[in-house]
């Protein structure tokens, strides 16, 4: 194989897993926008996190939520856990990796807030610390997986939102969580704006 058509078949895989989330996740994702939207509207805020991809596509999220995706609108409060660096290299120092998330979630999640997490395997330490801290203060999580979601699945309660990408090449997985935030801001600028 020649390396354009490589590169070609990314392009071909990335297509048809969309193609295939289009029909699967909407319904997730509209649940997940509706959850949001009632948080924002209630004064409550949104906690997200991430680790690598995951924690990048976090800071991507929360600028859109604080600034604007297509529209103007006021901003809407949302904090990405990934993004202080200061706080992350202490927690990770006192004590240990595991608890980088959890221990931020604690500090400022309160009752009826919402945590958002990316985890592509499901099985991140920290991602599921993070979701027993989220519970522990009566937070509602949505949680975007691939494959078969890991041992998050277990940890995940009534009223939690799973949007599962259904493949476990992390690559394919990362390109199917940046179209499912856009889709998810789009969502709630809709719902908040009454766009059509």
């Known amino acids: 194989m020649n390396i354009s058509a490589r590169i070609a078949t990314h392009f071909e895989e990335c297509a048809n897993l969309l193609e295939e989330c289009a029909e699967l996740l909407s319904p997730a994702i509209a649940n997940a926008a509706e959850h949001l939207v009632s948080g924002f509207l209630n004064e409550r805020k949104v906690l997200v996190c991430g680790n690598g991809g995951s924690a990048a596509l976090a800071q991507h999220f929360a600028a859109y939520m604080l600034h604007r995706f297509d529209l103007d609108r006021p901003g809407l409060a949302t904090i990405s856990l990934s993004s202080d660096n200061a706080t992350l290299?202490?927690?990770?120092?006192?004590?240990?990796?595991?608890?980088?998330?959890?221990?931020?979630?604690?500090?400022?999640?309160?009752?009826?807030?919402?945590?958002?997490?990316?985890?592509?395997?499901?099985?991140?330490?920290?991602?599921?610390?993070?979701?027993?801290?989220?519970?522990?203060?009566?937070?509602?999580?949505?949680?975007?997986?691939?494959?078969?979601?890991?041992?998050?699945?277990?940890?995940?309660?009534?009223?939690?939102?799973?949007?599962?990408?259904?493949?476990?090449?992390?690559?394919?997985?990362?390109?199917?969580?940046?179209?499912?935030?856009?889709?998810?801001?789009?969502?709630?600028?809709?719902?908040?704006?009454?766009?059509?």
């Open 89 to 196: 290299t202490a927690i990770a120092n006192d004590t240990q990796f595991d608890q980088v998330f959890s221990k931020q979630v604690l500090a400022l999640g309160q009752t009826d807030d919402i945590l958002l997490v990316m985890s592509v395997g499901g099985n991140s330490r920290n991602i599921l610390q993070a979701v027993w801290a989220a519970h522990e203060r009566g937070m509602r999580v949505i949680a975007l997986t691939g494959g078969d979601g890991g041992d998050l699945m277990e940890l995940l309660q009534e009223g939690d939102i799973h949007i599962g990408v259904p493949n476990e090449n992390p690559a394919r997985v990362l390109e199917a969580y940046l179209l499912t935030l856009h889709a998810l801001c789009d969502a709630i600028d809709s719902l908040l704006l009454g766009v059509e």
